[in-house]
């Protein structure tokens, strides 16, 4: 079967551009109905490419075209389907992209050097692009769907490998693990309540809220971009920070609360329906070492009752664990790539080393003593560890990995339904490719019975 590369939101979503503004000069270098793609474009996207450490290749262009030509497509059909999406989450989509391109240039002043324009004059000109995608992807989740695959299906995907091609499974683990941060006391908590309601009482002043957020501010994902987080809905937040994004008007600044992240103040910047633009400053309570011990001591004590079978691992991770991922699985930890769906089987290269270094030496069934860990923000307390299964590396098999082979199945299903989807759609669609792609061979299928002219 030929496979079509469709398209993917991880493919053509970022674009950042850090060589190329539009030449005067440009042309039209494909022609999907009423859709154009111009050169320029073409080379922004080859840019990006570029921008993503590959090495040059003017072959390249060809598989983006083709991507570019299979974007058009579907959102020629979403318009036919009124396929559409919320400015909202356009504009959540962009403030997203863009708080990445910021950070990964090393702040806005810098990126707006390599662009060469402000960021706003970016956003204006990505957004239409942005928003094609976002339609694209919509139209082609509304395609699959429906899609499943029965443990027959599964049964012919598999026998479809020959015996020496079946994948090597490496060594996986199932692990479960009790996550226990330290609870500071209200003292304890006082003096970083103070330097926040500080914050708050300088913006009232009259000095800047987003100033002060580069400067003070402990998120460090919004923290370079003053504080801001872009457009969000009413389910991306924490309760608490919800609850006052929705309740002031733009330009107010909430009274300092508290959330599982630490102390913040939130400024609305602008409210567009069910989507709210707001910026934040936070600080982290410091863990002190009285309250450590506490959490040492409380870990003892949950660690003892469960060897002594007193209390289940899994019903002591609901009531104790701070892992909110967790917590309501059995304290059993997920994994999931691009292959299959989230399983509890993670394959060792994937655990946290840390966690590796533990449950590699422990047998199975076995629980771990109290093992003290750091998060990457710096915040400190302790694991209980369980290691339920452990399976050794070897090859793919329907015993162990069904739903392994059963992702892999509906997958190739999917691929195999929007290969269809598209040659159907492009026999009857006005196709035309410039002849300078004529050697393209990934494009030759796009011309080959459609309405186009060369």
């Not at 994948?167 to 926040?196: C, M, N, R, S, W």
């Not at 994994?335 to 047998?363: G, H, Q, S, W």
Request: proline content about 4%; aromatic content about 10%; glycine content about 6%.
């Amino acid at each position: 079967m030929r496979k079509f590369l469709i398209v993917a939101s991880g493919l053509i979503c970022l674009f950042f551009n850090v060589q190329a503004q539009k030449k005067n000069i440009d042309k039209v270098v494909a022609v999907l109905g009423n859709n154009i793609i111009l050169l320029s474009d073409l080379n922004q996207q080859y840019a990006q490419y570029l921008n993503s450490g590959n090495p040059d290749d003017e072959k390249i262009k060809c598989y983006i075209l083709q991507q570019m030509l299979a974007q058009k497509l579907l959102k020629q059909q979403a318009e036919i389907d009124s396929v559409v999406v919320e400015e909202g989450q356009v504009d959540e989509e962009v403030e997203k992209r863009m708080r990445y391109q910021i950070q990964k240039a090393g702040g806005q002043e810098r990126l707006e050097q390599f662009l060469n324009r402000s960021v706003l004059q970016y956003k204006d000109e990505i957004r239409p692009d942005i928003k094609e995608q976002l339609i694209s992807n919509k139209m082609q989740q509304k395609i699959t769907q429906d899609v499943n695959v029965t443990p027959i299906e599964v049964k012919r995907y598999f026998d479809s490998y020959q015996k020496d091609s079946l994948p090597d499974i490496p060594t996986e683990f199932e692990v479960g693990e009790i996550v226990l941060h330290p609870k500071l006391t209200k003292a304890e908590k006082q003096k970083f309540y103070d330097k926040i309601d500080a914050l708050r009482l300088r913006v009232k002043s009259g000095e800047d809220f987003g100033f002060l957020a580069k400067t003070y501010s402990e998120d460090g994902g919004s923290a370079p971009d003053g504080g801001d987080l872009g457009f969000f809905d009413r389910t991306r937040m924490v309760k608490e920070f919800t609850a006052w994004a929705f309740k002031l008007k733009p330009g107010e600044m909430s009274p300092v609360f508290e959330s599982e992240h630490g102390f913040h103040i939130l400024q609305v910047i602008e409210r567009r329906g069910e989507q709210v633009q707001a910026r934040h400053i936070l600080i982290r309570p410091e863990t002190t070492p009285a309250s450590l011990e506490r959490t040492k001591l409380q870990a003892d004590t949950i660690y003892k009752n469960i060897i002594e079978k007193k209390l289940p691992f899994s019903t002591a991770a609901s009531l104790y664990s701070d892992n909110k991922e967790s917590q309501y699985n059995g304290g059993m930890l997920l994994y999931a790539d691009n292959v299959t769906a989230r399983t509890t089987f993670i394959p060792a290269d994937k655990l946290d080393p840390k966690v590796f270094i533990v449950v590699d030496t422990m047998k199975v069934g076995e629980v771990s003593q109290p093992v003290a860990f750091s998060d990457p923000d710096g915040k400190q307390g302790y694991k209980i560890l369980y290691l339920k299964s452990k399976i050794p590396p070897h090859k793919g098999n329907l015993e162990q990995d069904y739903a392994k082979f059963k992702e892999k199945a509906q997958q190739s299903k999917v691929d195999r339904m929007l290969s269809e989807w598209f040659e159907k759609r492009r026999e009857n669609t006005y196709i035309r490719i410039d002849e300078d792609y004529d050697n393209c061979d990934e494009l030759k299928i796009w011309v080959k019975g459609s309405t186009a002219k060369k």
